[in-house]
T-cell receptor, first 112, second 113 residues
Framework: AQTVTQSQPEMSVQEAETVTLSCTYDTSESNYYLFWYKQPPSRQMILVIRQEAYKQQNATENRFSVNFQKAAKSFSLKISDSQLGDTAMYFCAFRLTNDMRFGAGTRLTVKP | GAVVSQHPSWVICKSGTSVKIECRSL??????MFWYRQFPKQSLMLMAT?????????EQGVEKDKFLINHASLTLSTLTVTSAHPEDSSFYICSASRPDTIYFGEGSWLTVV
């Protein structure tokens, strides 16, 4: 079975600074998707960014970008110009067609 | 707007009764839906994968007779917690799969008293 590891239970960053959240995964598959989701206190799961494994180019979405290292099975999330609204739990997720697993999560606090 | 609707958002039931949670994909047909359980301050734990027209695939340790999952149509999957007990109290969340991404419902808080 696939596993996803987030080794940073909690992180904090000053407003307007940059922070990187780590994620590693383990799989024997070659085609898959990777995601970062944000979960605010409302518990709604909000898609932050998505990466297809067959694409070498790192995905970017405005202030959010990833560093996808397929050989190392690493998928880190970089948040630039952090905002107070970025405070939330962040989950890394790995997806196959009929399987989707989440890491344990990283609680990010953006400090004013 | 939401593309996956989950209902009810909150439900309180008596111990020993059953409760059903619905997950609907609003804008698309979802051949696969996932059901998760989330304990406080923890991650989403995959309970089962629901495929339209076939039996759900349950994760190890999840009682299929207690957590009944039905995916009768391409837009609806249901989770029924049978003979609920207080330890079943939790946050349950579903997601519906498209080829390129996955959308989540708003989640359902279940409290068994």
């Amino acid at each position: 079975a696939q596993t996803v590891t987030q080794s940073q239970p909690e992180m904090s960053v000053q407003e307007a600074e940059t922070v990187t959240l780590s994620c590693t995964y383990d799989t024997s598959e070659s085609n898959y998707y990777l995601f970062w989701y944000k979960q605010p206190p409302s518990r709604q799961m909000i898609l932050v960014i998505r990466q297809e494994a067959y694409k070498q180019q790192n995905a970017t979405e405005n202030r959010f970008s990833v560093n996808f290292q397929k050989a190392a099975k690493s998928f880190s999330l970089k948040i630039s110009d952090s905002q107070l609204g970025d405070t939330a739990m962040y989950f890394c997720a790995f997806r196959l067609t009929n399987d989707m697993r989440f890491g344990a999560g990283t609680r990010l606090t953006v400090k004013p | 707007g939401a593309v996956v609707s989950q209902h009810p958002s909150w439900v309180i039931c008596k111990s020993g009764t059953s409760v059903k949670i619905e997950c609907r994909s609003l804008d698309f047909q979802a051949t696969t839906m996932f059901w998760y359980r989330q304990f406080p301050k923890q991650s989403l734990m995959l309970m089962a994968t629901s495929n339209e027209g076939s039996k759900a695939t349950y994760e190890q340790g999840v009682e299929k007779d207690k957590f009944l999952i039905n995916h009768a149509s391409l837009t609806l999957s249901t989770l029924t917690v049978t003979s609920a007990h207080p330890e079943d109290s939790s946050f349950y969340i579903c997601s519906a799969s498209r080829p390129d991404t996955i959308y989540f419902g708003e989640g359902s808080w279940l409290t068994v008293v």
